[in-house]
């Protein structure tokens, strides 16, 4: 049956990128065998099983559809790199914790063992597709592992980051704006380039497929997401603004996105950017221009960084002050821990500094997400014996009851169907609510009785 398959492909990572788009590859080539290994057995054995080691809307009936057909999840790595034609490379790339650059630099050490494992497994010819996201020259090192000793097996290392967000992970990759491989300017080069062409084009309009040299391709991953949270910066330093001079940031950014040359997406101001990547990247950008010495460079990009920071600051102190200065001992219902909706990803959520603040000051929070309370569980262990108390509700009622005040971080639209009267006459009085996302009705909820504080605008305020 397997020697039907027109080719083999591989990913090493069974993680957010890697699982969902061998998902789609599997769905819309089902001429290529796919399959998906990871030394992480549980992992493995989620994706074999009907319950999914990640949420995505969609990504479940896609799995389905084609599992034990053309899609594979296995942990046999070794067996699985021998036989396949295409290698795709979906391991994390973490800050360094650790040595010189921690804080900073990317840690490279899952790509480096990934290529070492390639190397060692390899008795046929292989294109090598960097899918992780990487600091600018990475392909030059990845190719001189691959090639180094008594190999004579040839290896085309090509560049193809993946531009998709959690939780329109499966929408982003049927339908990119665009596909992006960066390849050598030579003829295997070229040759490998167009295996991945042909392989994207059987649903990617060709158009959209842009090709670059290597470095360009690696280096557009990382600018694409500064720019991306650079956008969530701008917008969140001018809700600081706001908030003082009671102009409506979300007035001023429909404003500015009608410029068609600005435009209207990533404008929302809110708690800060969280998620697995942007700081990362960012700060790997950071690293780099700082390796360069482009200090001044390097200085601009670090400013992305520290408004998300102070826009965490900027809404415990809000909090603090709504609340006469203290939090000790009262109930604060937490609304969604998740860094965004429609996922149960709480890596970097904002959710967790705010908490931890809120925590120091002996607060007694309830968490409630739809998806991420079980992350939320693990993210905050230990952290009571800052001196608050910690609980978790699956229902928002039971979170509210008793609380002095409601903070919605995450904007799942589960919150704007709940009846916030019942709420508001559970709750301690006065009772606030604090839109971390500006993604309920804030006259409404003030026409019941609750003090609103949205963000980036003049609170609601009942005397
Ligand atoms: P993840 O942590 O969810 O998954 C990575 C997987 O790789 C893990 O399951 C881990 O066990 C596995 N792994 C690590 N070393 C391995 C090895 N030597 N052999 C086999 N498996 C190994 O990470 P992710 O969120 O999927 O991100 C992967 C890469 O994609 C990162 O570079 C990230 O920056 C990039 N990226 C992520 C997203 C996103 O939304 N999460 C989007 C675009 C790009
Ligand atoms: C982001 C990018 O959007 C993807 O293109 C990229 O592939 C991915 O990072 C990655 O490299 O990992 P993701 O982090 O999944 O995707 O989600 P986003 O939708 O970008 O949201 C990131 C954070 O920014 C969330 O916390 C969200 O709440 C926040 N955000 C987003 C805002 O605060 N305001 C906005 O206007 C948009």
Redesign the pocket.
Known sequence: MAETFYRKILCIGAGYVGGPTMAVIANQCPEYKVTVVDVNQARIDAWNSSSLPIYEPGLKERVERVRGRNLFFSTAVDEHIAEADIIFVAVNTPTKTFGEGAGKAADLQFLEKTARRIKENSTTDKIVVEKS?LPVRSAEALTTILHSGRNSVRFEVLSNP???????AIQ?MEHPDRVLIGSMDTPTGLAARDELIRLYSKWVPRERIITTNLWSSELS?LV??AF??Q??SS??SIAALCETTEADVQEVARAVGKDSRIGP??????????????RK?ILNLVYLCEHFQLNEVARFWEQVIAINDYQVDRFIRRVLRSQFTTLVGKKVAVFGFA??PD?G?TRD??AIPICRRLLAEKAHLTITDPHAIDSARRDLEGLEGLGGQLSFAADPYEAARGAHAILLI??WKQFLDLDYEKIFDSMEQPASLFDG?NHLDHQALFDIGFNVHPLGKPSLVHI
């Open positions: 996201t993946e531009f998709m967000a959690e939780g329109t982003d991953k694409a997401n991306l949270a956008r969530i917008i969140n997406k990533f404008l929302n101001a809110g708690v800060g950017f969280g998620g697995s990547c942007f990247d860094f965004k996922t990803d959520a904002p995450t904007e996302r």
